[in-house]
Structure formats: structure tokens, C-alpha cells
């Protein structure tokens, strides 16, 4: 079972990942109230921005990466 701090944190990361301009302080704060602190949400930011710029890297390249079977 996903706990709410989780689920929040997994919204954020979407909204953060989809349409960062839809990003508002009213986000920040649905991660306060879900018992996140600042390192975290640092965290959770830095992640999920390296995450899509590397995915963006690789998709403008034309890199394609190898799948376990």
C-alpha cells in the first residue's frame, strides 16, 4: 500500500516532470502537509529534474537504451 507522503511525492513529481510551469507554492505545501522537509523536497526536485534531463539527452540523441529481458 503507497502511503499519502508518497502518493504526494509521485503527484509532485508528475506535475513537476509534465508541465513544470503548472508547478505553484500551493505544491510545495501539499508536500509540507504530507510530512515532507525541505532536504526532501530538494531531493525529490533534484531526482525528478536529473531523471527528465537525462531522458531528454538521450531522446534528442537518438540514444537507445537496452532493456533487460
Do not use: C, P, W
Amino acid at each position: 500500500m503507497i502511503s499519502n507522503k508518497e502518493l504526494q511525492g509521485l503527484l509532485f513529481a508528475k506535475k513537476l516532470t509534465v508541465k513544470v510551469s503548472n508547478v505553484a507554492t500551493a505544491d510545495h505545501q501539499k508536500l509540507l502537509d504530507a510530512n515532507y522537509n525541505d532536504e526532501e523536497i530538494l531531493h525529490l526536485v533534484q531526482i525528478t529534474s536529473y531523471f527528465n534531463f537525462v531522458n531528454r539527452m538521450a531522446e534528442g540523441l537518438g540514444v537507445k537504451i537496452e532493456t533487460m529481458t
